[in-house]
Antibody, heavy 128, light 107 residues
Framework: EVQLVESGGGLVQPGGSLRLSCVAS????????MDWVRQAPGKGLEWVGR??????????EYAASVKGRFSISRDDSRNSVDLQMNSLQTEDTAMYYC???????????????????WGQGALVTVSS | DIQLTQSPSSLSASVGGRVTIACRAS??????LAWFQQKPGKAPKSLIY???NLQSGVSSKFSGSGSGTDFTLTISSLQPEDVATYYC?????????FGGGTKVEIE
């Protein structure tokens, strides 16, 4: 059974930093793209960024709203993908979800690049 | 960025009724559209990918259709457990984007 478990959420002051982790089990983690998606309280879903798989050189993509402040890294030996969040702002307050892309191939075609599993989320609150 | 516009933003229907949710993309997305269900306080659940393909384990009462810029999610027979917010998402280009959501309730 595929499982994704996020951790590391909490309360942080504006301008502060926080690191979220997503630990995976039940599948070959190193083969898959892994993403972060967030949801502000009472709002819709917003894609944050992704880490591609080893065969794709672990390259990353980010939403414009977090580029330069957030970074995604992964450790295939621990089956984990981390989201390092710096210079946090109140508008970064959200539930952060880890999502698995179905993609496992080199230069995965978009038709195969869809989310198929999600974690339960980690709540990040940015407030003074 | 590709904008996805969902309609309606909310709806209520009778148990057993048919529900249709629309999602319009601001430009063509080659049928690379997914649908998700999110129940209150829960994580999203993947329902459909590439416009019309059912995710493994998802009930066949859910179906997706459409092409180009206009897509539809249909629930064939609404049940109380289907009360949720439904989102579309394009998986065609960066940044990945989501629709604003459609809240589905029972009349």
């Amino acid at each position: 059974e595929v499982q994704l478990v996020e951790s590391g959420g909490g309360l942080v002051q504006p301008g502060g930093s926080l690191r979220l982790s997503c630990v995976a089990s039940g599948f070959s983690f190193s083969d898959h793209y892994m993403d972060w998606v967030r949801q502000a309280p009472g709002k819709g879903l917003e894609w944050v960024g992704r880490s591609r798989s080893k065969v794709n050189s672990y390259t990353t993509e980010y939403a414009a709203s977090v580029k330069g402040r957030f970074s995604i890294s992964r450790d295939d030996s621990r089956n984990s993908v981390d989201l390092q969040m710096n210079s946090l702002q109140t508008e970064d307050t959200a539930m952060y979800y880890c999502g698995r892309s179905h993609c496992t191939t080199y230069q995965c075609p978009w038709a195969d690049d869809y989310f198929d599993h999600w974690g339960q989320g980690a709540l990040v609150t940015v407030s003074s | 960025d590709i904008q996805l516009t969902q309609s309606p933003s909310s709806l209520s229907a009778s148990v057993g009724g048919r529900v249709t949710i629309a999602c319009r993309a601001s430009q063509g997305i080659n049928n690379n559209l997914a649908w998700f269900q999110q129940k209150p306080g829960k994580a999203p659940k993947s329902l459909i990918y590439a416009a019309s393909n059912l995710q493994s384990g998802v009930s066949s009462k859910f179906s997706g259709s459409g092409s180009g810029t206009d897509f539809t999610l249909t629930i064939s027979s609404l049940q109380p457990e289907d009360v949720a917010t439904y989102y579309c998402q394009q998986h065609d280009t960066y940044p990945l984007t989501f629709g604003g959501g459609t809240k589905v309730e029972i009349e």
